[in-house]
């Protein structure tokens, strides 16, 4: 049985990468192996529920094929996604690895760490015990309601909802028991407190949708939750609620109804599936084959291995759409090859997070997967507009590790002989096929890029099982669940984004928001320079995706008044708030690169520097060249 809860190696290991006292439970405590039960239960539901999503689509493809569709597949998959989002999402956060701003906690000392965490925690215990009441009353309500092909209620799907409420908050309580116990005690009373007293002084006063104090308040606790360490799905969803009940403007009903139409899109079932077949092709073990095929190509380019780690990622983040898997994968595969050959392991880590940044706009990114998901932009299209101004980015960045490289005077690598060559070539076919096997049948029309993700996962198991040899039964199942919880983790932040989003229209934000930037005249210009700047820094403090699940549905619509293809636009902010979160020193996702590379990032950072300056460099031709990203939809009729 996985012991993955805070006390656990994984959640000691993600607590040193992001410089923060993990939390250690005692391994022989009653609660320990209750919460131990409940982790491991809740992992095999989740996992089911991966499994059952992925029969259902796949088996959907296959009848279809046949001329008989299964047209409830879609019902069916969207409530596996819902127990996916809630339940997922609920043990990402006990196992640590939901996404959260650290960096502002890492540097306070040890008291005032643990001050700032018990204080996290007790705002999760009041984010479910708001929010569970709410969803469980909404079920009742919407019990009569039936779904249109298997006529089961639609309440089925807001029951997830009121049960990841209910796991959050014994996961909260059970993070909360092994902390220092007068800290915990004093730090609830004020939680408590400063809740009921904002409960009752908009009781007493009256709710006010016009009073600016309002939004301060509500930014204000937004504010404060992200930096003493709240998860930020977490967050989204207490800022919403509590904007609600402070102006009035709509029942507190609406918060579960929300979080559920916020993942309501069908083309979020993609995400589980990319994330899953990344992992079945790392623990396959495609990357290394993947790795040694472009080694052959360009590692005898001046700068070696660092040109081959851009192009491997390149290819590598067209097939598992999550940029942090690309990370681990590619950075894992050639952390000894770079060792061996005396590469500076700060380098390495710049190069690898400026590669991943370029990778944001290769399909399947999961970035694209959601902005196609919460705006009208065509799917399709939008894969074909980021290919180019990827490979613009790592142009430049290959062009700058050419020129770096003589300073730091690495070494090129072996020369292969063309039998070593075909031999590894033919060995990486399987992950080559991948990436054409994903474009080609989008572009194409045979499939939806759900479908396609389906049909890769299936791909993905039969090459690391059958083909490669590297992965058992027990391996794959083990895979399915920990790509079930990472995929909670990016689906709940989705489906707060979705309420919070919500929330911020009838807020009238983005009237706000267009009115500011009318003072920009009608520049073009100084709209993307904006743009650049507010996607790079809200996605270094919101930790990438929450950035443009805020800002993408505000700021898109703005695109067309200023003369700008929205379609180009939604590629710059997906390389910005790309750029934000591989940025230090908050950037979440510099972590990780330094965690793999081994190295720290006081390190990595003053080496980012020049790469930053090219990454950015390369965004602004993308932002001001509309050609880059619109050349390869227009030339396949995509729009």
Same mark, same amino acid.
């Given at each position: 049985?996985? #012991? ?21 439970? =005692? ?55 819902? +127990? ?6 609920? %043990? ?45 009353? /909404? ?147 495609? #990357? ?17 291995? %660092? ?9 590598? *983040? ?13 950075? #894992? ?80 690598? =072996?020369?292969?002989?063309?039998? /070593? ?150 590629? +710059? ?9 591989? *940025? ?56």
């Amino acid at each position: 049985m996985e #012991s993955n809860n805070p006390g656990s190696s994984h959640a000691v290991q993600l607590a040193v990468e992001r410089q923060v006292a993990p939390v250690v439970l =005692e391994p022989n405590g009653v609660a320990h192996r209750f919460l131990a039960q409940v982790d491991s239960i809740t992992a095999w539901i989740i996992g089911f529920a991966l499994l059952t999503e992925l029969t259902v689509l796949f088996g959907s493809i296959v009848t279809r094929f046949f001329g008989h569709p299964l047209l409830w597949s879609q019902e069916i998959g969207l409530l596996s996604l819902t +127990v996916l989002t809630f339940s997922g999402g609920a %043990l990402a956060y006990w196992r640590d690895e939901q996404m959260a701003v650290q960096a502002f906690v890492a540097w306070l000392p040890p008291f005032w760490q643990n001050v700032a965490r018990a204080l996290a925690d007790w705002s999760v215990v009041v984010m479910a015990v708001v929010v569970c009441p709410l969803a469980a009353q /909404e079920v009742q309500i919407s019990w009569n309601d039936v779904t249109q092909v298997l006529g089961i209620s639609t309440g089925w799907y807001l029951v997830p909802v009121s049960l990841g409420m209910l796991l959050l908050l014994l996961f909260a309580l059970g993070r909360l028991w092994y902390q220092p116990r007068k800290t915990v005690l004093l730090t609830g009373i004020l939680a408590f407190a400063v809740t009921a007293l904002i409960a009752a002084s908009f009781q007493s006063a009256g709710p006010s949708s016009s009073n600016p104090a309002v939004l301060l308040l509500t930014f204000g606790v937004f504010g404060l939750q992200m930096l003493i360490g709240v998860p930020i799905g977490f967050v989204l969803t207490t800022a919403a609620a509590l904007f609600l009940h402070s102006s009035g403007t709509a029942t507190l009903l609406v918060i579960p109804l929300h979080l559920t139409s916020g993942i309501s899109s069908f083309v979020l079932l993609a995400v589980p599936f990319f994330m899953l077949a990344g992992a079945v092709m790392t623990e396959g073990g495609l #990357s290394l084959p993947l790795a040694e095929f472009v080694r052959c190509l360009v590692g005898r380019i001046r700068g070696g291995l %660092l040109q081959v780690i851009v192009v491997t990622m390149y290819i590598f *983040s067209g097939l598992s759409g999550s940029k942090v898997a690309d990370v681990a994968a590619v950075g #894992s595969t050639m952390k000894d090859m770079l060792k061996q050959n005396g590469y500076d392991p700060a380098e390495t880590t710049a190069v690898l997070a400026a590669s991943a940044v370029m990778g944001e706009t290769i399909p399947p990114s999961i970035a694209m997967l959601v902005l196609g998901s919460i705006t009208t932009l065509p799917m399709g299209a939008l894969f074909m507009a980021g290919l180019l101004p990827a490979g613009v980015i790592a142009v430049w960045i290959m062009a700058l590790i050419y020129i770096r490289a003589r300073h730091f005077n690495v070494r090129k690598a =072996e020369k292969y002989t063309l039998g /070593e060559t075909c031999r590894i070539t033919l060995r990486a076919i399987p992950a080559l096929l991948v990436p054409a096997f994903l474009v080609g049948g989008i572009v194409s029309g045979l499939a939806t890029p759900t479908e396609i993700s389906s049909t890769a996962v299936i791909y993905a198991i039969l090459i690391g099982v059958f083909g490669y040899k590297a992965i058992n039964g027990h391996g794959l199942w083990k895979i399915i669940r920990g790509s079930a919880v990472k995929a909670g983790t990016i689906l709940f932040i989705i489906a707060a984004g979705g309420a919070f989003s919500w929330t911020l229209t009838i807020a009238t934000i983005p009237h706000k928001i267009a009115a500011l930037f009318q003072y920009l005249g009608h520049s073009s210009s100084l709209f993307m320079l904006a743009t650049v700047f507010t996607l790079i820094v809200m996605g270094a403090i919101l930790e990438g995706l929450p950035a443009l699940l805020v800002f993408g549905p505000l700021l898109l619509p703005l695109a067309p008044v200023f003369g700008v293809d929205q379609l180009q636009y939604g590629i +710059v902010l997906i390389i910005a708030m790309g750029l934000g979160s591989f *940025s230090p020193p908050i950037g979440l996702c510099i972590y990780v690169c330094c965690s793999v590379t081994g190295t720290t990032m006081e390190e990595a950072a003053p080496r980012m520097l020049p790469y930053i300056i090219v990454v950015i460099l390369g965004l602004l031709a993308v932002a001001f060249i509309p050609w880059f990203s619109l050349v390869l939809p227009r030339l396949l009729h995509l729009i």
